[in-house]
C-alpha cells in the first residue's frame, strides 16, 4: 500500500529505499538550532541502481524543458516529479535530474537543498509541515507543534523509528487568515488546526497515541 509521495507502511518506499535508516531512534532536533536555513541533508539512495527516469518520465522532463526559453527553468518541476517518484531526493536522484535536463549538478543540488518542500531524507508515510511563523505563532502554532514533538519524540526533521510520520517546522505556508495552518505531504492544507483537531487528523490516519 502506497500513499501519493510512493511510501509503503512496510518501512519501504517502493523503491528499494528502506525506511529504517532512521529506525535509531535519534530524534534530535536535526533543522532546528540552525539560522533558520535548513540543515542540508544529502544522503545517498541505498541502492542507486533504483534511481533511473523512464522513457515516459524523460519525456515528462522534455516538455517540461520546451516550456522556458532557459532549460535551467524547468529544474523546479523536474526535481518535483523525482521527489514523487523516488519519494525522496537522494544525491543520486539529483544529479539525474542534471544529467537529463542537462544542467550542472551542483546547480541543481542548490536549489533542492534552498526549498523545505523537497526531502533530502526519506520522510514519514505521514509528513506534517506545521507553520509557526507568525500568525501561526499567535493562534497557537506552538502548542500543536510541540504536541507532536512530545507525544512522538521527534524534532523538526525527524521521523518516527516505524517511518509513519514525520515532522517539520514550517515557515509561512502563505495561509495566514487560516492560521494556525498545516500541510500535509506537501499537498493536502489543513486549517484553522486546533489540538482537538489535530488528534482527530491524526486519530484518522491510526496515528494517535
Ligand atoms: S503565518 Fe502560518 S500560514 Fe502564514
Redesign the pocket.
Known amino acids: 500500500m502506497s500513499n501519493t509521495n510512493g511510501h509503503h507502511a512496510n518501512g519501504h518506499n517502493g523503491h528499494g529505499i528502506k525506511q529504517s535508516r532512521f529506525g535509531d531512534g535519534s530524534h534530535g532536533d536535526s533543522l532546528q538550532g540552525s539560522t533558520g536555513v535548513q540543515e542540508f541533508h544529502a544522503l545517498h539512495a541505498e541502492d542507486a541502481s533504483t534511481i533511473v527516469f523512464t522513457e515516459e518520465d524523460k519525456q515528462k522532463i522534455a516538455e517540461f524543458v520546451a516550456r522556458y526559453p532557459a532549460k535551467e527553468s524547468a529544474v523546479m518541476r523536474a526535481l518535483w516529479l523525482a521527489q514523487e517518484k523516488f519519494g525522496w531526493l537522494s544525491i543520486e536522484a539529483m544529479n539525474l535530474v542534471a544529467d537529463t535536463i542537462p544542467m550542472p549538478r551542483a546547480d541543481v543540488q542548490g536549489v533542492a537543498s534552498f526549498y523545505t518542500m523537497y526531502w533530502k531524507k526519506p520522510m514519514g508515510k505521514t509528513h506534517l509541515a506545521i ?7 499567535l493562534c497557537g ?1 506552538y502548542e500543536l507543534y510541540n504536541y507532536i514533538k512530545k507525544t512522538y519524540n521527534i524534532g523538526n526533521g525527524d521521523v518516527t523509528p516505524d517511518g509513519l510520520l514525520s515532522l517539520e517546522e514550517a515557515e ?5 487568515g487560516t ?3 498545516m500541510q500535509v505531504n506537501n499537498y493536502e492544507y489543513v486549517e484553522n488546526l486546533t489540538l482537538e483537531k489535530l488528534k482527530a487528523f491524526l486519530k484518522a490516519r491510526g496515528l494517535e497515541k
Open positions: 507553520c509557526t511563523n507568525i500568525s501561526c505563532m502554532a509561512c505556508l502563505g495561509s495566514c492560521a494556525p495552518a
